[in-house]
């Protein structure tokens, strides 16, 4: 299984580019793209809107992410409605980041974590207002390296299994840099009892500029000393900076394939050389007639 994800558009022309780059890679067959979006803000407009011209003018099949984020329940419902009317399959439901530049009350929004999110999109396929019988596909968010909040690893293992036992049908990962950590997270989700598809998180360095990024928005991210010397080394050199960031994310899903993965997640950064590079060194057929469904 393989998927693709793309960030929220900020303006109209935006959206307009990411839809192109969507179509690049629309050859390829994911089994789905995601789209995420921003808390607050106009954004969130822009990506139901991106997320439903996917559905309606390609073969591929949409996933939008939802958030607890600045919602309350009756917005949530308002979301599911429009959703299901427009037959999207599956949502990736998360605890979303805290948004920058307004002010916010956490202790305001109807749901405090993502499992509460989990529970009303289940709630709400319990209805029967989505044409497909089973209702929407429940995605939850996993994280090799550890969940940022909560450092007790024993503690945090019965929070993430609590989510996926609210009604979660898969994971996505959170993007990692070393195999090793998303190998023993998917071996302590066995020992919890967790047996539902963990599809692992990848995102190919390109830049540098792009990489500090990365340690940015990734709340965390532990990159081995292996990248970093490569990176170090050619740091002058943008073109190689590339390779070297192509030729490590090709590794890390050869060594993934190897190791029977369930499936991976390519962050894009709404660009289409970088995945397009990556999934043609991996030698997968693309498939012929894609179904969706429920991931």
Do not use: W
């Not at 390829?28 to 106009?42: H, Q, R």
């Not at 049908?169 to 539902?196: K, M, S």
């Not at 292996?226 to 050199?237: E, P, S, T, V």
């Amino acid at each position: 299984m393989f998927s693709f994800e793309f960030f929220p558009p900020k303006t109209r022309e935006s959206a307009e580019t990411l839809y192109r780059t969507i179509r690049d890679l629309e050859s390829y067959m994911p089994n789905f793209v995601s789209v995420t979006y921003g808390a607050g803000g106009s954004t969130r407009d822009l990506t139901h809107d991106l997320v439903e011209r996917i559905q309606r003018t390609t073969k591929l099949d949409p996933i939008p992410h939802l958030t607890c984020v600045c919602h309350d329940e009756q917005e949530i419902e308002a979301i599911l409605v429009r959703y299901a009317k427009s037959a999207i399959g599956n949502i990736l439901a998360l605890g979303g980041d805290r948004p920058v530049g307004i002010a916010y009350d956490k202790s305001r929004d109807s749901f405090q974590h993502a499992i509460d999110l989990v529970k009303f999109i289940r709630r709400f396929n319990d209805c029967g207002a989505h044409p497909d019988r089973r209702g929407f596909g429940i995605g939850v968010a996993g994280f090799p390296e550890g969940h940022p909040a909560t450092p007790n690893r024993l503690l945090e293992m019965d929070y993430f299994k609590a989510k996926v036992d609210a009604g979660a049908d898969y994971v996505v990962t959170q993007l990692f840099f070393d195999n090793r950590d998303f190998l023993d997270f998917r071996e302590r989700c066995a020992l919890a009892d967790v047996h539902i598809p963990i599809i692992a998180g990848i995102m190919p360095i390109t830049s540098i500029g792009g990489f500090k990024r990365i340690a940015e928005l990734a709340g965390g991210a532990r990159f081995p000393a292996k990248l970093l010397r490569a990176l170090q080394r050619c740091q002058g050199d943008p073109e190689m900076v590339k390779r070297v960031g192509l030729h490590f994310a090709i590794e890390q899903c050869h060594d993934l394939l190897d190791n029977d993965v369930a499936g991976i997640h390519f962050y894009t950064l709404n660009q289409s050389d970088a995945t397009r590079v990556i999934f043609d060194s991996l030698g997968i057929p693309r498939r012929r007639n894609p179904q969706p469904s429920n991931v």
